[in-house]
């Protein structure tokens, strides 16, 4: 992440890299609307994922392709709420229960059940570990990562060219903004009417019922696009060469 | 239970971008190697699948040849994995097999040799950087490489089994899974034992000596 926002990572393709940088600067400008928190959990998300696309070492949160959203918010939130280490842990662990619950109920695969397993699933785990972060209760974390789940249901997986970049670099940007929104919602004492394992299963079966060109296999939404399927032809003539 | 652990959630510790094409892929070219015990000179890998049609972006290729060089899934060279190849001396050749067929959507065929022997494994992906090797040396396995794992290739023979049992136990070395796999009756049979204790070059130079053995791989996660 530190790699990401201090110089330009771009990846094997081309496609993405160096927007953390660039975000980094427009945040110094003090210009930014959404400054603070939020600003820097999109822009350390933003950083892992250009150095995950670039195949530098991340930590898979659940996903590689999903490893931005959770580190950006911990971070975030962590530093500006002052946590000790061992709190960053534990939330870290807090996070994980979350995953774990949404893995072994649902799925966390994008090819399984879109990008709402994979950034839903992250984002639900990153509001909930905030929400301790914040020392909200264990029922405010499980609000939080319902009302960031909800968010984030039906999202597609139309990766294009087939790379995990466009659009998955800056989902996981915008995953760490509504993770750190539905943190605070929570912890203001919202609740989400639908309980959090319900929103799980539901997002399950949201997963089972896209048809798979919307999996995984880019066949269809953003891959599809004029601009997707010319970047496609593109990107592997260069790699034919 | 799909996930028995928080630490396959928050986890692996990898290069990107994928943990099913990337981590994954490492495992097995690296898993394959170990049973091979050695550096190869050359190596052949077949794609099928999704591996097939999307190894490119993910770094597929790139991974399996890592993995191959004994690099580990968050060693940072993974990038560099084909010059490495050439500078060690190993011609890696890729087959793709991008039509339907009867394979687990990510898997990979990895066949190793040098002027000494060759080995022939089958690795599928099942995300997450969770893998399991399907075949090896035509035998039909199922071996994660999660825990401990003595490989041991012998003559498909009465007391055979029993011997290495024995031979572990001895050294206080407890057997958490095991499968016996071969070709047909009386022929060429190959055990796969995954145990709770590491073990060590001794047990492996034991079970050598046992007959009826006639080659031993040690895997260690």
Do not use: W
């Not at chain 2, 095991?178 to 060590?200: F, H, N, P, W």
């Amino acid at each position: 992440m530190e790699k990401g926002i201090n110089e330009a990572v771009l990846s094997r393709s081309g496609l993405t890299g160096g927007d953390a940088l660039r975000l980094k600067e427009y945040a110094k400008s003090g210009k930014s609307l959404c400054q603070g928190v939020v600003l820097d959990a999109v822009n350390y998300a933003l950083a892992t994922s250009e150095v995950n696309a670039s195949m530098g070492l991340i930590v898979a949160t659940p996903t590689a392709g999903s490893s931005g959203v959770l580190p950006g918010c911990l971070l975030a939130a962590g530093r500006h709420l002052e946590n000790s280490r061992q709190q960053m842990v534990s939330a870290l662990f807090n996070a994980g229960g979350i995953g774990y619950v949404i893995a072994n109920n649902a799925t966390i695969s994008g090819a399984a059940g879109g990008c709402q397993a994979e950034i839903g699933a992250a984002a639900a785990m990153a509001a909930s570990a905030v929400v301790e972060l914040a020392g909200g209760s264990p029922e405010q974390s499980a609000h939080a990562a319902a009302i960031a789940l909800k968010n984030l249901l039906g999202l597609v997986c139309d990766p294009v060219a087939g790379l995990v970049e466009v659009p998955c670099v800056k989902r996981n940007s915008m995953g760490a903004a509504a993770s750190i929104v539905a943190a605070d919602m929570a912890l203001a004492g919202i609740t989400s009417v639908i309980p959090c394992d319900e929103v799980i299963e539901a997002m399950y079966k949201i997963g089972t019922m896209l048809p798979s060109c919307l999996r995984e296999t880019s066949l269809a939404g953003l891959a599809t696009t004029p601009t997707g399927q010319e970047l496609n032809r593109k990107i592997n003539n260069k790699d034919k060469k | 239970m799909r996930y028995n652990s928080i630490f396959d959630i928050i986890g692996p510790i990898m290069v990107g971008p994928s943990s099913s094409h990337t981590a994954g892929a490492a495992r097995i070219g690296k898993t394959a190697r170990d049973i091979f015990g050695r550096q190869p000179t050359n190596a052949e890998i077949t794609l099928y699948g999704s591996f097939a049609q999307t190894y490119r972006g993910h770094g597929t290729d790139l991974a399996l040849v890592g993995g191959i060089l004994n690099l580990h899934a968050d060693d940072e060279d993974m990038v560099n994995s084909f010059q490495l190849a050439r500078d060690r001396g190993v011609e890696i050749i890729f087959k793709i097999v991008p039509e339907e067929s009867d394979y687990h959507p990510n898997t990979a065929r990895v066949r190793l040799s040098d002027s000494e022997g060759s080995l022939e494994a089958v690795g599928i992906s099942l995300g997450g950087g969770k893998i399991t090797m399907t075949e090896i040396e035509g035998f039909k396995i199922s071996l994660s490489g999660d825990s401990p794992t003595l490989l041991v290739f012998h003559h498909d023979r009465y007391g055979a089994v029993a011997r290495v049992a024995q031979a572990l136990a001895c050294k206080e070395i407890n057997i958490g899974h095991m499968e016996v796999a071969r070709k047909s009756r009386g022929d060429q049979a190959l055990m796969v034992i995954e145990t709770d204790q590491d073990l060590t070059n001794e047990i492996i130079e034991d079970v050598k000596q046992i007959d009826h053995v006639y080659s031993v791989a040690l895997l260690t996660p």
